[in-house]
């Protein structure tokens, strides 16, 4: 049985050349969605990427905060759910790096595919509001982000966007038993992502009330999942690292001395910076040849 990276991409490409070369020869494929506002070339000139990795055709352009990064996300697990040898998916960023060797992570992710970190949203009031209240963020109008004032003349495709957030705001949020939120970045076995995809996709009421969410990406698959199977406390498990203590949050590391100390739950660590991956990853190797 082999595990499938899912790769949300957009400014790494070195980095993301380490990670396909560790998981380049064990039973892994690779996915990655790169941000439509990037050119293919960045991550092409001068790479030779392995056979297991696969460039996804359809692409978003990625606003931060908007349902596009839901969008990119669906497209990827859809893609790695095509091969019916994959039987985990890991959500990772084009800016991570493993913490343990390639064959440790596959079978950690074989034997616990579910790994995603959620909790009871109405417990933060303020950060349910990303869920209750009514936002479009996937456009340069619209953008979150600062962007050149001439930039951010509305299209066709986003007003139509703010019409059908009208007749949302008419209607209201669909009535989920409890609204999770969490880490992006989770990993799910096949039998547990494919309900969840089916139900993202085909209740429009439900896919549109996330769409109209501030952040989406923390709320859409933790709430399906959360509610799937029944959760009512809060859940830890994850398989990322990723250290918000610091500033700027979160924090990007340039050497494992940066490192904070990483649970055995967890697989992967981001964010690794781009002119630092190579050094970062000897030192990983070193540690791993002396345990």
């Known amino acids: 049985m082999k595990a499938a990276l899912l790769v949300l991409a957009c400014n790494a490409p070195k980095v993301l050349e ?14 990655v969605h ?27 352009e990625i606003f931060w905060g908007g349902f596009n990064m839901v ?61 209750t209240d009514f936002f479009f963020m996937d456009s340069p109008a619209t953008s979150a982000r600062p962007l050149e004032i001439q930039n951010r003349s509305f299209d066709e495709d986003s007003l139509d966007a703010i019409r059908r957030l009208a007749q949302l705001q008419e209607r209201g949020k669909f009535p989920f038993p409890e609204v999770w939120g969490g880490s992006q970045w989770w990993s799910l076995g096949r039998e547990m992502l494919e309900p969840i995809l089916d139900e993202l996709s085909q209740n429009i009421w439900l896919r549109e009330s996330f769409e109209f969410s501030a952040v989406p990406d923390e709320f859409a698959f933790q709430t399906l999942y959360a509610n799937r199977v029944g959760l009512t406390a809060r859940s830890f498990t994850k398989p990322m690292l990723t250290d918000v203590t610091r500033d700027p949050s979160p924090f990007v590391f340039r050497t494992v001395q940066d490192f904070p100390p990483n649970p055995d739950d967890k697989l992967f660590i981001r964010k690794i910076h781009e002119e630092c991956g190579d050094s970062i990853m000897r030192a990983l190797q070193a540690r791993w040849s002396h345990v």
């Open 71 to 131: 969008r990119a996300t669906e497209a990827l697990a859809r893609r790695a759910l095509r091969e019916a040898d994959s039987q985990a998916f890991a959500l990772v960023s084009d800016d991570t790096l493993p913490l343990f060797p390639a064959d440790r992570i596959h079978r950690e992710l074989l034997s616990q595919p579910n790994r995603i970190d959620v909790g009871i949203s109405r417990r933060n009031p303020p950060y349910l509001r990303r869920f």
């Open 18 to 31: 380490i990670l396909a070369r560790h998981f380049s020869k064990e039973p892994f494929r690779i996915f």
């Open 34 to 60: 790169l941000d439509s506002k990037v050119p293919l070339e960045d991550y092409s000139r001068g790479r030779e990427w392995p056979e297991n990795l696969e460039f996804l055709d359809e692409r978003f």
